[in-house]
């Protein structure tokens, strides 16, 4: 396998600040802290079957991220053609790669898949060993009781499927979850869709994803905050849904804005008339009723049915950002 490898890049953690308190010897080598996520991989089985899966072909250049003492490293490549960079990889940037295979700390999953399909990087093939729970709700489809954001958005951009599970037992320390092998392919071709808006769309969908889309959009705070970013939209001349974050990927409920911030002075509904806002959610309603989605549960719908949505929404001058 080493002999096929161009070139292997190994992100490290930076450490910052003091070591926490708990830590656990193991080998007599090393402390180990799992709040840094450090639960080795331990099981060599389980290691080659992680780099058989991997499927690496000649010339690849492979990301890891989070090596640790070196377990998955090892049988990964040739150490005279290992790099090592110390960093966070969530805010750090990466070098150039076209595979990335990595054991990564469960804690990073969700603002790591954000960077890798939504950041300027263009690679074949992610295998990443998740918490099982998250790679359940990452594989999810429409419909799945586990459905979720975080799936929607991934197989916006990418296909990802489960390869194998992975016991607690093969780590050291132990953590209290099983684990999950699953494989993320990047689509070949970029959907036809702003993704910043995409993505800031699917977080007013997703927010509360058992309520029904006609729900969602009928709340006041919803509809003044659209009102409000859709106003900015048409103020810029490319149309672009401008500042969604892109590691913001996955939470289910952060669609939501605190009861704090729910006030007139904060949102800007008093810069605006009550005749302005009626038409609003006229065209709101429209948009719904034209798709017959109002009736709908976005954890219900594929991604096809709520870019139908989005197109329709666009098209009357409703922006998210
Ligand atoms: C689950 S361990 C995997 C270790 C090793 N690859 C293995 O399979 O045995 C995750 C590793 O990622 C490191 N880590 C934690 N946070 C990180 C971050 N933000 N960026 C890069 N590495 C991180 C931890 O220190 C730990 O070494």
Redesign the pocket.
């Known amino acids: 396998m080493s002999r096929h490898v161009a070139r292997l890049v190994s992100?490290?953690?930076a450490a910052s600040g003091p070591a926490p308190a708990a830590a656990e010897a193991w080998d007599g080598r090393f402390r180990l802290h799992k709040q840094?996520?450090?639960?080795?991989?331990t099981n060599p089985r389980v290691l080659d079957s992680i780099v058989r899966r991997a499927a690496l072909c000649p010339g690849d250049a492979i990301l890891e991220?989070?090596?640790?003492?070196g377990?998955?490293t090892a049988p990964l490549g040739l150490a005279h053609k290992l790099t090592v960079i110390k960093g966070?990889?969530?805010e750090a940037d990466f070098p150039e790669f076209n595979v990335c295979v990595a054991?990564?700390?469960y804690k990073?999953s969700s603002p790591l898949i954000a960077k890798l399909l939504f950041g300027p990087y263009r690679f074949r093939t992610a295998t990443l060993l998740l918490q099982k729970e998250f790679a359940r709700r990452l594989i999810a489809s429409p419909g799945d009781s586990e459905y979720n954001r975080l799936a929607a958005n991934v197989r916006m951009v990418a296909d990802a499927r489960l390869l194998m599970d992975v016991s607690k037992r093969d780590f050291v320390p132990m953590p209290k979850v099983d684990s999950s092998l699953v494989e993320i392919r990047p689509r070949a071709a970029p959907p036809d869709v702003n993704l910043a808006e995409w993505l800031a769309f699917t977080r007013a969908c997703f927010g509360q994803k058992n309520k029904t889309l006609g729900a969602i959009f009928k709340k006041k705070r919803k509809l003044l905050e659209l009102f409000r970013t859709s106003r900015g939209a048409e103020g810029r001349r490319d149309g672009s849904a401008g500042g969604s974050s892109f590691i913001a990927l996955c939470g289910d409920n952060d669609g939501d804005i605190s009861d704090s911030e729910n006030n007139d002075s904060h949102n800007g509904a008093a810069s605006f008339s009550e005749e302005e806002v009626t038409a609003f959610k006229a065209k709101i309603a429209g948009a719904l009723e034209s798709t017959e989605l109002a009736g709908k549960r976005p954890s219900k719908l594929s991604n096809e049915e709520l870019l139908r949505l989005l197109r329709l929404f666009n098209e009357r001058g409703i922006r998210f950002q």
């Open positions: 992100f490290r953690a840094r996520g450090q639960h080795l991989l991220v989070g090596p640790g003492t377990n998955l966070d990889a969530v054991n990564i700390p990073i």
